[in-house]
Structure formats: C-alpha cells, structure tokens
C-alpha cells in the first residue's frame, strides 16, 4: 500500500516563498507520475504540477508556471513544490498523488494515490 505524506505548508506573506515536500513509501514510484494538486475552500481539486519520475520531465499549470518549480528525489523516493512569488490566490489545501499514466495527467481522476494534505496560506 502506497504512503504520501506532505509537509512544509504554513502561513507566508504575498511575494514570500514555500517548499512542500512529499515523502512516499509503500511501493516503487520508478515508472508512475507525481502530482501536486490543490483545493481552495468552495472549489474543486485542481491540478498545480506533475513530474515523472523516469526523466524528470514536467508539466505545469497556467496559473503557477514561472513561479513554482516541481522536482523530485530518486533516492530518497521525495517531490518537491517549490512556490515563489505566491499569491493570496494560491491560498488552499496542496496535496500531492500518484498517476501510473502520464506527466500530462491533469484530472484528480487519473491520480491513484493521494497523501493528507499541507495547508498553504497567503495573507495580503
């Protein structure tokens, strides 16, 4: 059984940066895809940022291209989000999860596994 366990939300101001980590145990991740995603009180899951493990290559959403960066550790099996310039906007619950599919994988639908979440807060 596969384990996510986010860390490093908190409370920064608008301009400050975050780095989120998830830490994933349980299985191999070699071939599957990690995704950052994130909720917004009254809204839905919407995906942030995904990498595939094998090759590292990334895909971003509109809304947080140039300002984060997804990366990942092979050896210690762990994905980073580093946030800069964040915005009151990127207020929400991030998680992150696991596609088998593709690093274009974008819908909370194709990502089976999912950690507990990190609470990201901008003030103004």
């Known amino acids: 059984q596969a384990q996510l366990v986010e860390s490093g939300g908190g409370l920064v101001q608008a301009g400050g940066s975050l780095r989120l980590s998830c830490a994933a145990s349980?299985?191999?991740?070699?071939?599957?895809?990690m995704g950052w995603f994130r909720q917004a009180p009254g809204k839905e899951r919407e995906f942030v940022a995904a990498?595939?493990?094998?090759?590292?290559?990334?895909h971003y959403a509109d809304s947080v291209k140039a300002r984060f960066t997804i990366s990942g550790d092979n050896a210690k099996n762990t994905v980073y989000l580093q946030m800069n310039s964040l915005k009151p906007e990127d207020t929400a619950i991030y998680y992150c999860?696991?596609?088998?599919?593709?690093?274009?994988?974008?819908?909370?639908?194709?990502?089976?596994?999912w950690g507990q979440g990190t609470q990201v807060t901008v003030s103004s």
């Open positions: 999860a696991v596609s088998p599919g593709s690093y274009f994988d974008t819908q909370a639908n194709q990502y089976t596994y």
């Open positions: 349980g299985r191999t991740f070699s071939r599957y895809v």
């Open positions: 990498i595939a493990w094998s090759g590292g290559r990334t």
